[in-house]
């Protein structure tokens, strides 16, 4: 959680395009979701470059694998 907040958010919030971000803990399992929120797919596509030393970062720290997707927010509450 220190490692999204502290070094991740800092720089997904920099980047052009980008809306929001949550980070999803599970409550019995070691799990973690993150989910960004972008205003077009071309500055997603753009933010995964950039993340890239992020994901190496996690893999170094002994977090796990996890696959990145794009999903199309089709309804959205506030």
């Known amino acids: 959680m220190e490692f999204f907040r502290d ?5 997904l919030s920099a980047m052009e395009g980008f ?7 599970s409550d019995d399992t070691d799990e973690v979701l993150a989910v ?19 994901r190496a970062a996690r893999d ?10 794009v999903y199309e927010v089709a309804y959205r509450s506030r």
């Not at 809306?19 to 803990?25: H, K, S, T, V």
């Not at 170094?60 to 696959?67: I, P």
């Open 7 to 11: 070094k991740v958010l800092g720089d």
């Open 19 to 25: 809306q929001e971000a949550l980070l999803l803990l």
């Open 36 to 54: 960004s929120l972008w205003d077009t797919v071309e500055h997603i596509r753009a933010a995964e470059e950039k993340t890239a030393p992020h």
């Open 60 to 69: 170094r720290m002994g977090g796990k694998r996890s696959s990145m997707k």
